[in-house]
């Protein structure tokens, strides 16, 4: 860390290619942008999971997203139970299901994140009970039939266009009372309020938000009325990265982070987090906003209503 400056924190970005069109990033960038946006783009399956791994080991943020994502993760309800992480990037989120106890289906588009992926499984020594598809960009839902009992979607949402077919098939795909989770990021969180307007503005790249592959941002009520519309009631929501401390500028701040990084560590600044962040109105005001949801038992699959 600098004297003056404050790196802001890094952004795990598990889904590199969920998006609709998602352009490469220039090459420019991907040397500047470290591991979390190279890791994917490595043929190697080892080397691109140990740069997803280290991202995690070094990313103060990454982790304590991770842990947060952790605290509101259901436990299977039956034996048997089956969970599907669309998106699944290196593997983070489908280790902790399998080793809760589902038996896991996991995806995504990017052939280099699946293969990575693989590897985790293998060393986990829990490959026998995750199945990976691969999902073409754009494409059907072919070979994710279900039906679920949990369907985990981390930072996918926002990559995509039909975000209400894309519900739409999430409840198709539940069993009646089965759970979905998301992540995402929220433009309702103070980091939003403080720094982002002007900082899209100067770098797309800002907090791993890239401005060509991100569709839109999401907050609390607009998730809540999105999910009931397609028969899902939500239960819980946690707010992440609710302190944005690396947002406020000036020498006065800059002295002040250091001092208490160097007296408490980074680890200080997302005490909020887990104290406030599963409390109203916490909830709904981190940077990364978390939400379970339940699929009401009466809600038809044949239903096509529309957001």
């Not at 790196?7 to 998006?19: D, T, Y």
């Not at 995750?130 to 073409?136: N, S």
């Not at 002295?255 to 560590?265: F, Y």
């Not at 981190?286 to 096509?304: F, H, M, R, Y």
């Amino acid at each position: 860390m600098t004297k003056h400056k404050a790196r802001r924190p890094v952004v795990a970005q598990e889904r590199p290619l969920l998006a609709e069109g998602n352009p490469e990033p220039p090459a420019g960038r991907v040397a500047a942008q470290s591991d979390q946006v190279a890791w994917w783009l490595d043929s190697d399956p080892r080397k691109a999971l140990e740069k997803y791994m280290r991202m995690y080991r070094k990313s103060a943020y990454a982790s304590h997203n991770f842990r947060a994502v952790r605290r509101i993760l259901p436990t299977p309800s039956r034996a048997g139970a089956i969970a599907l992480d669309y998106g699944c990037g290196g593997g983070q989120i489908t280790v902790l299901l399998a080793r809760l106890g589902y038996h896991v289906t996991a995806t995504d588009s990017a052939a280099c994140a699946l293969a990575a992926c693989k590897v985790h499984l293998e060393d986990e020594k829990i490959a026998d009970r995750v199945q990976l598809v691969l999902k073409e960009v754009s494409a059907n839902w072919q070979g994710l039939d279900g039906p679920f009992d949990l369907i985990v979607a981390k930072d996918v949402i926002e990559h995509i266009q039909d975000d209400a077919g894309f519900l739409r098939e999430v409840a198709r795909r539940l069993l009646p009372g089965g759970k979905l989770l998301l992540v995402t990021q929220n433009d309702y969180s103070w980091n939003y309020w403080l720094e982002a307007p002007q900082a899209l503005a100067k770098d797309p790249y800002w907090m791993g938000w890239h401005s060509t592959e991100h569709v839109r941002f999401y907050n609390k009520p607009r998730l809540k009325g999105m999910l009931r519309a397609f028969g899902f009631r939500p239960v819980r929501w946690q707010g992440h990265y609710l302190l944005p401390y690396r947002a406020f500028k000036g020498w006065f701040f800059c002295k002040l982070r250091n001092a208490v990084d160097k007296l408490l560590g980074e680890e200080a600044f997302y005490w909020p987090d887990r104290l406030l962040g599963l409390h109203w109105p916490f909830n709904g005001l981190g940077w990364s906003i978390q939400v379970l949801a339940i699929k009401e038992p009466n809600w038809s699959n044949t239903d096509d209503r529309e957001n």
